[in-house]
């Protein structure tokens, strides 16, 4: 039985169409990565993964509806690192990475807790600047302070939204690896938004590619990014070169039925 | 293996927290202890004592014949004991609003004057003083309408909280909003009352202690008792609702529901207070600012903190204001106001500065 099951998930900002009948699912270790254009609809499917939105259609976790189960039951389950980061608050990096434990925790904060904040920190390799105020973090140290609250929540299915954007090349292949690894060894479900086709065809096992809020395509990186497909979701001509048996997309220049400027 | 200085550090600062709470306790057992010697009334700092003590067991203590005369107890117990814990109980109150208001909504401006929970209670008063119209009678006629009118404005704003989607920013312009509104009433009755009521009117919107009593002291002291433990319990949703709405439900808190409980609970707490004192600013706002740079954001020890800072602060308030003027009591509202300001300044100084 998948871990994360949706089927026929659609959802409208009042009249304004944003997901179509979206299905997929997802096992247990495994990375789906969801790409597409801006306003595909990734985020809002995100959300609604979370229920943070209440979309049509069925989402199973872990083979119960998602609708039977209350939020600290969903918390408990699901973690979901934002895409424009709150922890903009004034309070440390050690209770920020805190607040994940919340699900779990009932007043007092046990030694497990701790252990499992200072656990996260080191694998996001931030240990050292746990007793700095969040505010005060640059964008990509954020980034990974809100990440390792999602695995310090110590739930079955990971919901990142952009997680690497504000990364620099070393922090986004070390955070993604990090999410795979964990895929791996903890059994988790990981579905990230990301926005470098590359990056996501290095570390995803599986995509899923969206375009006006409908599923253009799922499958494994090798058998979905293709120059169709790329022309096909973003309307640019690109060459997509094989890297050790990992596709990589070079972006070339729009194409003809579209009137974008020409990327040199 | 690595030192953790991460957990040494949290620990360090659980500590600290500790600490504070517990200077602050001294600090106003202290303070309250001065207090009750400070007066118009010629008495000492023993005779006040010995007025205390005789007036919780009246058959142990032997009052000097002086005493006796100058009605030293009933100076203490009918004056100043129950202004001096009014004025605890009432900055206590105040400034856990205020605390809980900042965190719901994230803003370091809100509190139940920015939303208008105050300036709606002086619109009820100035009806209840100017027209004489309201929904109790006699002595409770002001605090009766004060009271309805600041949950008039507290029920607006748990509307608004209700609503989905309402952002905290919609939800603070729509209280400076309200504030602007009952103002304009209160301009407006003013505009049309007699010079007596008038007076009256900017008297009860100055804020004072003068008009406590014990029974007074008794609603507010249930009302605040009975909030402080369930906020103290739901301390963790307000964590999570200070790193925003949409981790805050992915945390598991069911964040409309649990929003529109705090606004409710720091409104009735302020109304409660505030419909026997008037208006007295500046303790909702300063109190938390002050508690979150000593000891950070979080509530299980903020809430208590600021509670406690507040606390001191009105009852420093008053002390000022009972004895700068020697024979004559400045209202506390003025008193606060003085202390405010010149932080708000600061607070903004800072901010432009980060």
Redesign the interface.
């Known amino acids: 039985m998948p871990l994360l099951c949706a089927r026929g998930v659609s959802f409208a900002y009042r009249d304004r169409r944003v997901l179509e009948d979206v299905s997929f699912t997802l096992d247990a270790g495994e990375v789906l990565g969801l790409v597409g254009p801006n306003g595909s609809g990734k985020t809002t499917l995100i ?1 609604c993964l ?1 229920r ?1 939105l209440e979309p049509e259609g069925d989402i199973r976790l872990d083979g119960r509806s998602m609708r039977s189960m209350s ?6 389950m ?3 690192v ?1 895409q424009n980061s ?2 903009a ?8 990475v ?3 434990r ?2 779990h ?1 009932r ?1 007092s904060v046990s030694e497990e807790d ?1 252990q499992k ?2 656990e996260a ?2 694998l996001l390799g931030i ?2 600047f ?2 700095r105020r969040t505010d005060r973090l640059s964008g990509g140290e954020r980034q990974r302070v809100l990440v390792a609250r999602a695995i310090a ?1 110590d739930a079955r299915v990971l919901l990142l939204d952009e997680p690497t954007s504000a990364l620099d090349m070393r922090n986004r292949i070390e955070v993604m690896s990090l999410l795979a690894r964990l895929a791996e060894e903890r059994g988790l479900a990981v579905v990230a938004a990301i926005h470098d086709l590359n990056l996501a065809a290095r570390y995803c096992h599986r995509l899923l590619i969206l375009k006006d809020g409908r599923v253009l395509g799922r499958g494994t990186p090798s058998s979905l990014l293709t120059r169709g497909m790329v022309r096909a979701a973003y309307g640019i001509e690109a060459v997509v070169k094989d890297e050790m048996g990992v596709p990589y997309v070079v972006p070339l220049r729009p194409s003809d039925n579209d009137n974008l400027v020409e990327i040199v | 293996m ?1 030192t ?4 040494q ?2 620990a360090r ?1 659980t500590e600290k927290r500790a600490l504070f709470i517990t200077a602050l306790i001294v600090i106003l057992i202290a303070l309250a202890g001065v207090a009750v010697t400070l007066g118009s009334a010629d008495l000492s700092v023993a005779d006040s004592y010995l007025a205390i003590f005789a007036g919780l067991f009246p058959d142990a203590v032997d009052l000097p014949d002086r005493m006796v005369e100058s009605n030293a107890v009933g100076i203490i117990w009918g004056w100043r004991l129950h202004r001096v814990l009014f004025a605890v109980v009432a900055g206590f109150g105040l400034a856990i609003a205020g605390s809980v208001m900042q965190g719901v909504l ?1 803003n370091p401006l809100a509190s139940p004057f920015t939303l208008g929970i105050a300036s709606a209670a002086s619109c009820g008063a100035s009806i209840a003083i100017i027209l004489g119209a309201g929904v109790l009678s006699g002595s409770l006629l002001v605090i009766g309408n004060a009271f309805l009118f600041a949950m008039l404005a507290a029920a607006a704003i748990y509307g608004m909280a209700r609503l989905r989607g309402m952002g905290s920013e919609t939800m603070i312009l729509a209280g400076i909003a309200l504030m602007y509104l009952f103002s304009a009433v209160t301009s407006l009755l003013q505009y049309l009352g007699t010079a007596a009521k008038v007076q009256e009117v900017v008297f009860w919107m100055f804020g004072s202690l003068d008009k406590s009593s014990w029974p007074k002291l008794g609603i507010v002291t249930v009302v605040v008792a009975a909030v402080v433990p369930l906020l103290l ?1 739901r ?2 949703d307000l ?2 609702l ?3 709405d ?2 805050a ?6 964040v409309e529901r649990s929003m529109a409980g705090f606004m409710l609970a720091a409104s009735l707490v302020t109304a409660v207070i505030i419909c026997f004192t008037g208006t007295i600013g500046f303790i909702g706002l300063v109190a938390p600012h002050i508690t ?1 740079m000593v000891i ?3 509530h ?1 020890t903020l809430i208590p903190a600021s509670g406690l800072v507040g606390a001191v602060l009105l009852l420093g308030a008053d002390c000022l204001a009972r004895t700068l003027i020697p024979g004559a009591i400045i209202p506390v509202g003025i008193m606060t106001a003085f202390l405010g300001i010149p932080f708000f300044l600061y607070l903004f100084m800072r901010r432009r500065d980060a």
């Not at chain 1, 608050?89 to 920020?96: C, D, I, L, Q």
């Open positions: 959300r979370d943070i939020r600290p039951e969903i918390a408990r699901i973690a979901y934002p709150g922890a608050g004034s309070s440390t990096v050690f209770e920020t805190l607040m994940g919340r699900p925790l007043w701790k904040v200072s920190l080191s240990s050292e746990a007793s929540q | 690595m953790d200085t991460g957990r550090e949290y600062l994230r319990w301390a963790w964590n999570a200070a790193e925003g949409e981790t439900a992915s945390l598991g808190v069911p979150r950070g954001t979080d299980r």
